[in-house]
Nanobody, 119 residues
Framework: QVHLVESGGGVVQPGGSLRLSCAAS???????????MNWYRQAPGRTREFVAA????????IYADSVKGRFTISRDNAKNMMYLQMNSLKLEDTAVYYC?????????WGQGTQVTVSS
């Protein structure tokens, strides 16, 4: 089963940018390119919400309306990496961000990385 580790979170002012990374490892009978990848986030007191998704080959992406036009999801299958470039950050983007891998309807989650947008 794939293991996921997020990094790149931190504190940023409104309007700033951050790039989150998700490193995948621990593959057995499948490779990183076998997994569709997603970013989710969860703010304090709120449920976890979908942020962005990318297909196995990276040829298609989906974004939540709240981040469309500001965030860009990408992946580098040669490096077993997935990214979330976050621009024009808003206070409401403050959350723990989780990467997620999907294969055969099964989901694997990373530990999360904190993003705090503060004035």
């Amino acid at each position: 089963q794939v293991h996921l580790v997020e990094s790149g979170g931190g504190v940023v002012q409104p309007g700033g940018s951050l790039r989150l990374s998700c490193a995948a490892s621990g593959f057995t009978d499948f490779t990183f390119s076998s997994y569709a990848m997603n970013w989710y986030r969860q703010a304090p007191g709120r449920t976890r919400e979908f942020v962005a998704a990318i297909t196995r080959a990276g040829d298609n992406t989906i974004y939540a309306d709240s981040v469309k036009g500001r965030f860009t999801i990408s992946r580098d299958n040669a490096k077993n990496m997935m990214y979330l470039q976050m621009n024009s950050l808003k206070l409401e983007d403050t959350a723990v961000y989780y990467c997620n891998a999907v294969r055969d309807s099964r989901r694997t989650w990373g530990q999360g990385t904190q993003v705090t947008v503060s004035s």
